[in-house]
């Protein structure tokens, strides 16, 4: 059975964790009633699981570039390779338009992100109330969206483990 290498493996299950906390810390801080402190460290962590996940993702990508994943099985239908294949795109355009895309919102606020409490990334523009109120609702349902591609995902890996019996999840774990 051809494998993932190990630097893919552990950058897909790196991001994806990372993913899944910042969505989940996402939810959970935006129903925190008022401006607390515990809502100003959640955003916080939010942030760089956000801007951890956009280097992870741009070191994948560029992984991924120099070392080709193994090919799908040959007894996986065309129309599933295409799905997969699409899938996979659509999954590391998001992995960078999610963050930017807080990040943009952030900047828009006039908020800065300051990586791990010690790095104040550049903001890319001033404060412009107008554009906040537009990248709200766009990160929010490009959250959505990463987060139904990777519901997505794990279905069609477990379906081709429990149903179809072939190699494709094996391909990636450890």
């Not at 120099?66 to 040959?74: G, I, L, Q, V």
């Amino acid at each position: 059975m051809l494998r993932y290498t190990k630097p893919a493996m552990l950058l897909h299950w790196l991001i994806a964790v990372l993913i899944v906390a910042a969505f989940t810390m996402g939810l959970v801080m935006v129903d925190i009633p008022g401006f607390t402190p515990t809502k100003l460290k959640y955003f916080s962590w939010h942030k760089w699981m956000g801007v951890t996940v956009l280097a992870l993702a741009a070191l994948r990508l560029l992984w991924r570039r120099a070392n080709r994943p193994p090919p799908h099985p040959a007894s996986m239908p065309q129309w599933q390779v295409r799905a997969a294949d699409f899938t996979h795109v659509l999954l590391y355009v998001l992995m960078f338009a999610v963050p930017l895309s807080g990040y943009l919102y952030t900047t828009a606020a006039g908020v800065p992100v300051v990586y791990l409490g010690v790095w104040q990334i550049p903001a890319a523009f001033a404060a412009d109330p107008d554009l906040k109120a537009t990248l709200k609702p766009v990160h929010y349902w490009l959250n959505m969206g990463l987060a139904a591609l990777v519901f997505m995902h794990v279905a069609a890996a477990l379906k081709h483990h429990f149903v179809d019996r072939d190699d494709v999840l094996k391909r990636m774990l450890p």
